[in-house]
């Protein structure tokens, strides 16, 4: 039987309806805007396209948006005092330094300068650190979208075993803390493999959760998935001009139960978790009254 498709077009939609309802409240409610402020440095042809879709996402919702673009060139300073100044600006209330940087940029030294109260894309690791204690305060987008993903479609992960395939910062680490963590749509055992990871496919198998985030075309086969279980597939890879995954969908699809597309599947939520974060943060801050 062919697998139910994990829309995340669809739970994106829902998410947004919900970050929408939260900006007009804190509109009516406090007079306060969210502002999401966006820095770009260089030319990145998939970096313009990102910020562009993050921008226009916090248009449809109402936060408002600021765009720095920096030439490429940008000496590693001035981006920092741009940083700084941010930081310092009551109406903006997150922060993204979309990446990857040049090569002459330290990108350790740019995510540890933004405010962690502004760190709507939980690098920084003052928010890392809370996450791995069990107290997050902003989650990555991506991970934080594939929960919501599982939590719509209501696939439990209490005592699942999730093998995450890549150990990135970005998605694979910070996912396999969120899922460890106790609580719904978590509670999970979780296994991360990499480039490493001896007898892939062995451990692959047994998963009944299995996240593929490694960025390479067709890497997860169907010989190396158990058949019922869930897939969620992070890869954005283009492959003579088509968009593709890191899973060989039309192989993997007939024996999966259920599996995230792409398009259309955990790229989408990434972008409705920034909106969510960016609306919590400003929450947070008028509370506080900061
Ligand atoms: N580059 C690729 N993914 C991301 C992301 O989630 N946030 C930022 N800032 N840059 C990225």
Avoid at 132 to 153: D, K, M, N, W
Avoid at 273 to 278: Q, R
Wanted: charged share 25%.
């Amino acid at each position: 039987m062919a697998a139910k498709i994990l829309d995340g077009k669809e739970v994106a939609a829902v998410v947004r309806a919900d970050v929408k309802r939260r900006v007009d409240a804190l509109r009516e409610s406090r007079g306060v805007q969210p502002g999401l402020a966006a820095i770009l440095v260089g030319e990145d042809p998939a970096s313009i396209v990102y910020v562009r879709n993050k921008r226009r996402a916090c248009e449809k919702v109402g936060i408002r948006s600021w765009l720095f673009e920096l030439p490429s060139a940008t000496p590693e300073e001035n981006l920092l005092n741009v940083i700084d100044e941010l930081n310092a600006e009551p109406e903006v209330h997150g922060i993204l330094v979309q990446l990857p940087l040049p090569d002459h940029i330290d990108t350790r030294h740019v995510i540890e300068r933004i405010a962690p109260k502004k760190d709507v894309d939980g690098f920084h690791p003052e928010n890392y650190g809370l996450l791995a204690s069990g107290r997050p305060r902003f989650v990555p987008c991506t991970p934080l979208g594939i929960q919501r993903i599982l939590e719509h479609y209501e696939i439990p992960t209490s005592g699942k075993h999730v093998v995450i395939v890549g150990r990135s910062n970005l998605v694979g680490k910070p996912l396999g803390l969120l899922l460890l963590q106790r609580g719904k749509y978590a509670d999970a055992t979780v296994t991360i493999c990499h480039s490493r990871t001896a007898n892939l496919g062995a451990i692959t198998r047994t998963a009944d959760i299995l996240v593929a985030a490694v960025g390479r075309p067709k890497l997860v086969t169907r010989d190396m998935v158990q058949p019922g279980s869930v897939v969620i597939d992070v890869g954005i890879n283009r492959v003579d001009g088509q968009l593709v995954g890191d899973v060989d969908f039309p192989s993997v699809s007939e024996i999966a139960a259920a599996i995230t597309p792409v398009p259309g599947g955990v790229g989408p939520m990434t972008v409705a978790m920034l909106l969510h974060n960016t609306v919590v943060a400003a929450e947070r801050s008028v509370a506080k009254g900061e």
